[in-house]
């Protein structure tokens, strides 16, 4: 099982006491980035929300870092982990804006970008936006069959139902010939999207055997991605059978790829319970 990282410090998950993240620094993130690194970690996340309404903070956070300057930062202090973005909401870019933002990035990266995409569900941020609302799964499909037409190409050509474009130069593309697409989400429906349209599924508040049960409807194919967070934050360091255990559950329920959170109380703790894992999974 590959093992990759829910960034610390970026996001502060709803509910979540935050003690040493709550003044962290971007030197945190890349300290955590360069140990993740070193250790063989296969990706770290950044989410998106640009602006969210005081009601939904208690239900989601408050805070989240913009995925692409973190990125660009971190992608100067490693060499092989991946970025993946979980998630950027397809309704609030034009398709080319991403290929040319994250195509950057992938060169800065030297080809070490994974694009989580959703179709968002917090219509307060769309209304905020301008972005529409209702169709936006429609929208969202339409995205990413553009995003996998313009990725590699800088002169990118796509005729869609709500995007068309053509005869222009987007450079630089994407370095890698195919960036992995992942569909994030919470239902069926993001995970027919995902088999469709992508290379992977990285839902969230979906149980191991919820999940297991959804992926059994699908003839999944050949290299798809089951990126699943842990349902409980998983200490390592003082607890390797119960972390063995779940991990060994939550691969027997289709989880190709653990995005981890862990028990810790200061960088140093998280920086030891990266050791852990690391070590528990070899």
């Known amino acids: ?22 003044d962290a620094t971007i030197e945190h993130i890349g300290r955590v980035a360069e140990t993740a690194d070193r250790l063989g970690y296969h990706h770290m996340t950044c989410s998106e929300h640009i602006g969210l309404p005081a009601a939904e903070t208690a239900r989601r956070g408050a805070r989240y870092w913009d995925p692409l300057a973190t990125f660009g930062y971190v992608s100067a202090r490693t060499s092989q982990i991946k970025f993946a973005t979980m998630t950027l909401v397809l309704g609030y870019h034009h398709p080319l804006a991403i290929v040319k933002r994250y195509g950057t990035l992938d060169h800065v990266s030297n080809g070490r970008v994974i694009l989580g995409l959703g179709v968002g569900s917090l219509k307060e941020e769309f209304d905020l936006l301008g972005a529409p609302f209702d169709d936006r799964g429609a929208r969202g499909d339409d995205a990413l069959r553009a995003l996998r037409a313009a990725l590699p190409s800088n002169q990118p050509t796509y005729d869609g139902e709500f995007y068309s474009f053509g005869g222009l130069t987007v450079d630089p593309c994407a370095l890698q010939p195919r960036v992995p697409l992942w569909v994030g989400g919470r239902t069926k429906r993001s995970l027919r999207r995902a088999v469709t349209l992508a290379d992977g599924w990285c839902p969230f508040y979906v149980d191991v055997e919820t999940a297991a049960r959804w992926l059994q409807s699908f003839d999944l194919p050949a290299d798809f991605e089951v990126v699943m967070p842990a349902e409980q934050p998983l200490d390592p360091a003082r607890e390797p059978q119960a972390t063995l255990d779940t991990l060994e559950r939550m691969a027997a329920g289709g989880t190709t790829t653990v995005s981890a959170r862990f028990v810790h109380h200061s960088l140093e703790h998280y920086l030891e319970q990266l050791h852990a894992l690391a070590e528990l999974n070899t």
């Open 1 to 22: 099982m590959k093992l990759g990282i829910a960034t610390p410090v970026v996001t502060n998950v709803a509910g979540a006491e935050l003690t040493w993240e709550k």
